[in-house]
């Protein structure tokens, strides 16, 4: 059974957090909770696939984070990480474009959703990239990253960066 967007379900296999059926697992945000429903905040912001919104994303993802429990080099990896997501999106997908934030107690979880695209690529082999290195920046800031297609045939990028331990 699917919830609302963003309601994680009990029994999901895949501990979505944007209500599709693939996204990031309880197990690293949550680590040693079985069963327990942890705080957890969400957020979205909605921009055009226009170069200038980029820096908004960012914006947008620092103000979230300010003033909180967030440690600052978790916010500075967060920032970075939307950034280069909200780039790629920009400059490779189809539109309208979403930005995801959701933060928890031991990590931040940022995602870029598109209408479609270019396909996603692994920064792991930066030889077969198409340009930049905006995605190889992400794997070294995230623990973990990744991407998902959805049954509207948009995709979300998305990254994860715990908090120190």
């Known amino acids: 059974m699917r919830g609302l ?6 029994g999901c296999v895949h501990s979505c957090y944007c209500g599709c059926d693939h996204g ?10 079985p069963g327990e429903v942890p705080k957890v905040t969400r957020g979205s912001f909605e921009f055009d696939a226009e170069p200038a919104q980029v820096g908004l ?4 993802v620092r103000e ?10 978790v916010v500075a990896d967060v920032v970075l990480i939307a950034g280069e997501l909200a780039a790629n ?3 490779h997908a189809a539109g309208p474009l979403r930005a995801l934030l959701v933060r928890a107690d031991a990590a931040v979880w940022i995602g870029v959703e598109d209408s479609g ?3 996603w690529f692994d920064p792991v082999a930066p030889d ?5 290195t905006g995605l190889t920046l992400v794997a070294a800031c995230a623990g973990r990253r990744g991407h998902f297609h959805r049954p ?8 994860e960066v715990p908090f120190a331990s």
Do not use: H, Y
């Open 64 to 73: 979230r984070l300010a003033g909180g429990d967030v440690p600052a080099e």
């Open 5 to 10: 967007p963003g309601q994680w379900q009990p």
């Open 128 to 132: 077969v990239a198409p340009t930049g």
């Open 152 to 159: 509207d045939g948009g995709k979300t990028v998305w990254a």
């Open 24 to 33: 990031p697992g309880w197990e690293i945000l949550f680590p040693g909770r």
């Open 117 to 119: 695209g270019s396909a």
């Open 89 to 91: 999106a920009v400059r």
């Open 57 to 60: 994303v960012r914006s947008w």
